[in-house]
């Protein structure tokens, strides 16, 4: 599979494979931005990128119409954004109903080897029931969740990018877990409201017996014989958040081998629809540590819903207070759950990688 990708980042932290070569091109596309920087070509076998080393400081005019408005039959332009880490590739899908690509090819794309490499894929599409936009996605295993939170920052910004929105934004997106609002903040950052969360065992869904107000908070959940504290949340996605086994209190999250017990949480018999995990360290009531194993992804550097869901449960079982900072491998989240209408707000950053263009 051939890729042709152009980096609006510098290559400072490129790793050049063995096989590849490095050499200047010849090659006169115009850079996105339109201004004119150096240019090299990295071959693999069957793997070719197109690289700029351009400065992100650079100021920078935009012209979304010299890339993101292509239209060419047979390719597929992106964008690839992370929000700390978790990362995504991006898809204008406004002028079409349906996603641009199946969930199988998602998969490829989503392959760090033979494809692009990704946590999941993201479609902007048109906006429906009276919201702006709407959100759709895949994962890494080409399964569709409801919602994402890390990812919907990245949407926030792309559509900034695509809309040529300048300063203080907000708009209305429609997503499988209903009507999400995300704004883009004074320091670039973008807040979430990410709606209320959903406590009731059943909706979550979760077969684990509610023990408290129809929610299970703090029960106990046998894997492969260790008994583990959970507290189940959704929002708009299934989440089991735990702080414990039945024998430790605290979790050392740095000491977890995750690959081995997240997925025995993700398939276990208690969540019909499979569920995100959250490990949790408590710093502080204002201070949290996780590490996520994700439904359909594996384990990420960032989850947003994740770390929405973290906060909720810290909350209700009483190891924090409902304005927390949430530590996480790709770096701090700010989550609020806020008392006065039980909305969480989530915020932290989502950053360009690169745009790209791909054959179909």
Same mark, same amino acid.
């Given at each position: 599979?051939?890729?042709?990708?152009?980096?609006?980042?510098?290559?400072?932290?490129?790793?050049?494979?063995?096989?590849?070569?490095?050499? @200047?091109?010849?090659?006169?596309?115009?850079?996105?931005?339109?201004?004119?920087? @150096?240019?090299?070509?990295?071959?693999? @076998?069957?793997?070719?990128?197109?690289?700029?080393?351009?400065?992100?400081?650079?100021?920078?005019?935009?012209?979304?119409?010299?890339?993101?408005?292509?239209?060419?039959?047979?390719?597929?332009?992106?964008?690839?954004?992370?929000?700390?880490?978790?990362?995504f590739i991006l898809v204008d899908n406004r002028d079409c109903p349906e996603p641009k690509?199946?969930?199988?090819?998602?998969?490829?794309?989503?392959?760090?080897?033979?494809?692009?490499?990704?946590?999941?894929?993201?479609?902007?599409?048109?906006?429906?029931?009276?919201?702006?936009?709407?959100?759709?996605?895949?994962?890494?295993?080409?399964?569709?969740?409801?919602?994402?939170?890390?990812?919907?920052?990245?949407?926030?910004?792309?559509?900034?990018?695509?809309?040529?929105?300048?300063?203080?934004?907000?708009?209305?997106?429609?997503?499988?877990?209903?009507?999400?609002?995300?704004?883009?903040?004074?320091?670039? /950052?973008?807040?979430?409201?990410?709606?209320?969360?959903?406590?009731?065992?059943?909706?979550?869904?979760?077969?684990?017996?509610?023990?408290?107000?129809?929610?299970?908070?703090?029960?106990?959940?046998?894997?492969?014989?260790?008994?583990?504290?959970?507290?189940?949340?959704?929002?708009?996605?299934?989440?089991?958040?735990?702080?414990?086994?039945?024998?430790?209190?605290?979790?050392?999250?740095?000491?977890?081998?995750?690959?081995?017990?997240?997925?025995?949480?993700?398939?276990?018999?208690?969540?019909?629809?499979?569920? /995100?995990?959250?490990?949790?360290?408590?710093?502080?009531n204002h201070h949290l540590k996780m590490r996520v194993w994700e439904r359909g992804a594996?384990?990420?550097?960032?989850?947003?819903?994740?770390?929405?869901?973290?906060?909720?449960?810290?909350?209700?079982?009483?190891?924090?207070?409902?304005?927390?900072?949430?530590?996480?491998?790709?770096?701090?989240?700010?989550?609020e759950w806020r008392e006065e209408n039980n909305h969480v707000y989530l915020t932290g950053?989502?950053?360009?990688?690169?745009?790209?263009?791909?054959?179909?």
């Amino acid at each position: 599979m051939a890729l042709t990708a152009t980096i609006s980042r510098p290559l400072t932290s490129f790793r050049r494979p063995s096989s590849a070569v490095l050499r @200047p091109s010849t090659s006169s596309d115009a850079f996105p931005f339109g201004f004119p920087v @150096p240019r090299y070509s990295v071959k693999c @076998p069957s793997f070719r990128i197109m690289a700029s080393s351009a400065s992100l400081q650079t100021p920078v005019k935009s012209s979304s119409s010299s890339f993101l408005d292509r239209k060419e039959t047979g390719f597929l332009h992106f964008a690839k954004y992370h929000g700390l880490g978790n990362d995504f590739i991006l898809v204008d899908n406004r002028d079409c109903p349906e996603p641009k690509i199946s969930s199988d090819k998602a998969i490829q794309l989503c392959d760090r080897n033979f494809g692009i490499g990704a946590d999941g894929v993201i479609f902007i599409m048109a906006g429906t029931k009276g919201a702006d936009y709407t959100m759709r996605i895949f994962n890494s295993d080409g399964s569709e969740p409801e919602m994402c939170g890390n990812g919907m920052r990245c949407f926030g910004k792309f559509v900034a990018k695509l809309e040529n929105l300048q300063g203080r934004q907000s708009f209305t997106v429609h997503t499988g877990a209903g009507l999400i609002i995300p704004e883009i903040v004074e320091d670039g /950052n973008v807040r979430v409201d990410m709606g209320e969360p959903i406590l009731k065992a059943s909706d979550v869904p979760t077969k684990l017996p509610a023990n408290k107000d129809q929610s299970v908070v703090k029960a106990e959940l046998d894997v492969d014989g260790v008994i583990w504290n959970v507290t189940c949340v959704s929002m708009g996605n299934p989440h089991c958040v735990t702080l414990g086994t039945k024998e430790s209190q605290n979790i050392l999250v740095d000491d977890l081998k995750l690959a081995e017990i997240g997925p025995k949480f993700e398939y276990h018999k208690m969540f019909p629809a499979r569920t /995100n995990t959250e490990f949790v360290q408590v710093l502080s009531n204002h201070h949290l540590k996780m590490r996520v194993w994700e439904r359909g992804a594996g384990e990420t550097l960032a989850c947003g819903t994740g770390a929405c869901a973290v906060v909720v449960a810290a909350v209700l079982e009483g190891r924090a207070e409902r304005i927390c900072r949430v530590d996480l491998p790709g770096g701090p989240l700010e989550i609020e759950w806020r008392e006065e209408n039980n909305h969480v707000y989530l915020t932290g950053p989502a950053e360009l990688v690169y745009y790209g263009t791909i054959p179909l």
